[in-house]
């Protein structure tokens, strides 16, 4: 069962529920590139065309360091706000964007499965569907992380899409959300009938999420002046609805282009820069609203990269790592990096130290309170330490 554990915040000193923001890199981060292990020659004989040179790293140690445009990102770390987490992955990798990334939303290595992981937290934190925004997702359709059948999750790209139709091929969504509009004209009847066979009772709660959520800007100030970019305006919209107490529980962003198989060096710092800013403004504007001890951010890829770059970039690998950010981490680097000896590596890529499902069990646990076992499909290892539990 859900806790029933709060953090005190806001002006008033009155209590919230902890909140989880899950932000995802499309396209398998350099984690190489990302958290540098530039104390490590190796590092230079497999990074001969993107290595980031030592003087530009921006150092945590003598032997790992951020890339140079993580500046605010290492800000963050700097304050014991930022866990690092090397070497994370599964067993038996695979180097498929789509399959590596269901794993991810699914926590199930083994098989394919539709239920995302975070769709079973909604259903855990809100088992009676009392509030359809528990679950919002800003972004092109719903990720398949907060996929579950017969829970409520919305999808937020524009207002007449949120949460519906997004596993509607082609011509079929678009008949629909054609007779969608049209659902009460009686000569659509026909077509209506292919919409309320796909939207049952999801589409009902993402209509009553229209409302609700639409209101969330509407008593939103802030000085903080969020990018025009999308990742910072999603991260500005999940601001304004946390803010509006809406009783979101779980958010999720997205931002995409990090399959840096060519012209990686200006890409991966352009993608950096905007990740930065955008977790920045997104922090300082819980700060500015004294609401930062609520939320912590989990930021994640679906693969590392290969060690030795191609000569402009880098391709799939294996090994990759994660951020968990907020007030309520206890920053560091946490678990072992892999090593770069080429007896150590898993067919030239990075080996994985952890299993991503321990990252998942430690959010689950220590800041939901819920039994992570039925979430993550197993009992791992947690990293003990790593969030101050609610209420602490």
């Not at 659902?183 to 609700?212: F, K, R, S």
Request: glycine fraction near 12%; aromatic fraction near 8%; charged fraction near 20%.
């Amino acid at each position: 069962m859900a806790t029933n554990a709060t953090v005190k915040s806001g002006a008033g000193g009155t209590s919230k529920k902890p909140v989880l923001v899950v932000l995802q890199l499309s396209g398998g981060n350099d984690f190489m590139n990302t958290v540098i292990p530039y104390g490590d020659p190796l590092y230079y004989d497999y990074r001969r065309t993107v290595g980031v040179a030592e003087k530009d790293v921006l150092k945590i140690d003598s032997r790992y360091g951020m890339h140079p445009s993580m500046a605010s990102v290492k800000k963050l770390y700097d304050q014991g706000k930022v866990a690092t987490i090397a070497g994370i992955g599964y067993p038996v990798p695979d180097r498929s964007h789509f399959r590596s990334m269901d794993i991810w939303h699914t926590a199930q290595p083994a098989k394919v499965v539709e239920e995302g992981w975070l769709g079973k937290m909604v259903r855990e934190l809100d088992p009676k569907k009392e509030n359809v925004c528990t679950g919002v997702s800003f972004g092109m359709g719903l990720p398949r992380a907060m996929h579950l059948q017969g829970t409520p999750a919305v999808s937020v790209s524009q207002l007449e899409r949120y949460g519906l139709l997004t596993s509607l091929p082609g011509e079929k969504q678009r008949r629909a959300l054609t007779a969608f509009t049209c659902m009460y004209m009686p000569e659509e009847v026909g077509e209506a009938d292919v919409v309320l066979e796909h939207i049952g009772q999801t589409g009902m709660d993402a209509l009553a999420a229209v409302d609700t959520l639409t209101a969330a800007p509407k008593n939103y100030s802030s000085t903080v002046e969020y990018a025009t970019d999308q990742l910072s305006q999603s991260m500005k919209a999940i601001a304004q609805v946390h803010l509006a107490d809406l009783g979101t529980r779980i958010f999720y962003a997205q931002i995409g282009g990090f399959d840096t198989h060519g012209a990686q060096i200006g890409t991966h710092s352009s993608l950096w820069q905007n990740v930065g800013r955008a977790v920045t403004d997104f922090f300082d504007d819980l700060h500015q609203h004294n609401t930062g001890e609520e939320i912590v951010m989990l930021v994640f890829t679906e693969f590392g990269r290969r060690v030795r770059d191609n000569g402009n970039g880098t391709d799939h690998g294996s090994g990759g790592g994660a951020f968990v950010v907020g007030d309520r981490v206890k920053g560091g680097m946490y678990a072992e990096y892999p090593s770069l000896a080429a007896d150590k590596l898993l067919s030239g890529d990075l080996q994985f130290n952890n299993d991503f499902r321990s990252v998942y069990s430690t959010i689950v646990e220590d800041w939901f309170g819920v039994q992570p076992e039925p979430i993550v499909n197993g009992r791992f290892e947690k990293f003990p330490g790593m969030l101050r539990p609610p209420g602490r």
